[in-house]
Each structure stands twice: as structure tokens, then as C-alpha cells.
């Protein structure tokens, strides 16, 4: 799977749009982005994931560029309940037995009110 | 629907002793995890199962180990507990369907050995 390289922090005020990247220059033709939280002291939480079309749910939108080499995760309307960690993995879906996840440091995301 | 439940949420102990975390899940889900994160580093994974009655080492396999005798359920057994040990370990599991490599996390267990 590609390694992906995330910055360590960021800052975001309340209400406003949270853009967090994640660069990802070695990733294959068939590998997904998935993008997880963990709020502290919780289990990680799944946001989304993508192969190379902009994705959007509930909870955020994913813009994967061009090239795929890099993404940007998109909280819209950030709230201090978005204040967690934010893991960027890059991965090969549905690979047979190997559904391991590698997992990074993340980027501390801290809304401000 | 309870999702991924572990046993217990907290324990002490001292070195040298055992003890077993369960990691329990009503999703039907084919594969199952077991994780520890330390502070400061993302998580590892120790051992890993992709079905009833089989298990894989992960990265940090060394001084645990593990068992899959119902779908449901994923043991982790520490026989000899280390302080190197102490951490939070989390148990994920996800369907082995097409698309389906969404991996839904448990609470955690927070240990620590004296």
C-alpha cells in the first residue's frame, strides 16, 4: 500500500470549512483513499473513502486530484465536535485476504469556538 | 445493533500475569482486528483473523496471542503481561463484500501493567 504524508496539525474556526490534505504520490491505479477519525480516547471512525471521482456524504466531501496524488478531505461547517485526529490511508480494495490498514500519525484537527 | 464491543474497558496488572480481552461483534462481519496505540504513534496492528477459526500475525504479534472460535468474538491473551504492554487496544472487524473495506472500530481497552 502507498505511504501518505499528512501534516501534523491544523487549525480551524467553528462554522468555517476545514480543508485537511494528505499527499499521497505513489498511489497505484487501484488504490482507494480512506479517511478515518479518532476523537480522543475513542475507537477510529470511518468518514469515506474514494478511488478517483470526488466523493461526498454526510459527513464530508473527498477531492481527489487528477493525478491522484494527493486529496483533500472537506468538513464543511466544522463544529468543536470535529476536533480529533484525521488518518489518511491509501489501500487496495477488496484484496482478497489482505484487508490490513496502515496507519499513520494523522492530522490533529482542533476547531476553535 | 451494538457494533464492536470489548471486555473490559480498563485494567491494571502486574507483570507477569494474564489475562484475556474480548472483542465482540453483531455485524456479521467476516474479519476481525486487534490494534494497540501508544502515545504518539498511530496504531499497530498485532493479530488479525479473516474468518471463523483462523488467525494471522500483524506487525507487533510478540507476547500476545489470539483465537477465533466463534465468528462473533476475537480473543486477545496477553500470557505473561509486560509493561511494555501497556497501551490501548482496539478490535475493529468488516465485511469481506465487495466494497465493503470499511473497518468499524470498538471503544477501546485501556491497560496497564505495573
Known amino acids: 500500500d502507498a505511504k501518505t504524508t499528512q501534516p501534523t496539525s491544523m487549525d480551524c474556526a467553528e462554522g468555517r470549512a476545514a480543508n485537511l490534505p494528505c499527499n499521497h504520490s505513489t498511489i497505484s491505479g487501484n488504490e482507494y483513499v480512506y479517511w478515518y477519525r479518532q476523537i480522543h480516547s475513542q475507537g477510529p471512525q470511518y468518514i469515506i473513502h474514494?478511488?478517483?471521482?470526488?466523493e461526498t456524504n454526510e459527513m464530508a466531501s473527498l477531492i481527489i486530484t487528477e493525478d491522484r496524488k494527493s486529496s483533500t478531505l472537506i468538513l464543511p461547517h466544522a463544529t468543536l465536535r470535529d476536533t480529533a485526529v484525521y488518518y489518511c490511508?491509501?489501500?487496495?480494495?477488496?484484496?482478497?485476504?489482505?484487508?490490513?490498514?496502515?496507519w499513520g500519525l494523522g492530522t490533529s484537527l482542533a476547531v476553535n469556538p | 445493533n451494538a457494533g464492536v464491543t470489548q471486555t473490559p474497558k480498563f485494567r491494571v496488572l502486574k507483570t507477569g500475569q494474564s489475562m484475556t480481552l474480548l472483542c465482540a461483534q453483531d455485524?456479521?462481519?467476516?474479519?476481525m482486528y486487534w490494534y494497540r496505540q501508544d502515545p504518539g504513534m498511530g496504531l499497530r496492528l498485532i493479530h488479525y483473523?479473516?474468518?471463523?477459526?483462523?488467525?494471522a500475525k500483524g506487525e507487533v504479534p510478540d507476547g500476545y496471542n489470539v483465537s477465533r472460535l466463534k465468528k462473533q468474538n476475537f480473543l486477545l491473551g496477553l500470557e505473561s503481561a509486560a509493561p511494555s504492554q501497556t497501551s490501548v487496544y482496539f478490535c475493529?472487524?468488516?465485511?469481506?463484500?465487495?466494497?465493503?473495506?470499511?473497518?468499524?472500530f470498538g471503544p477501546g481497552t485501556r491497560l496497564t501493567v505495573l
Open positions: 483473523s479473516v474468518g471463523e477459526g483462523t488467525t
Open positions: 474514494g478511488l478517483k471521482n470526488n
Open positions: 490511508i491509501v489501500r487496495v480494495a477488496n484484496a482478497g485476504n489482505n484487508r490490513k490498514l496502515i
Open positions: 475493529a472487524s468488516n465485511s469481506a463484500g465487495v466494497g465493503t473495506d470499511t473497518q468499524y
Open positions: 455485524m456479521n462481519h467476516e474479519y
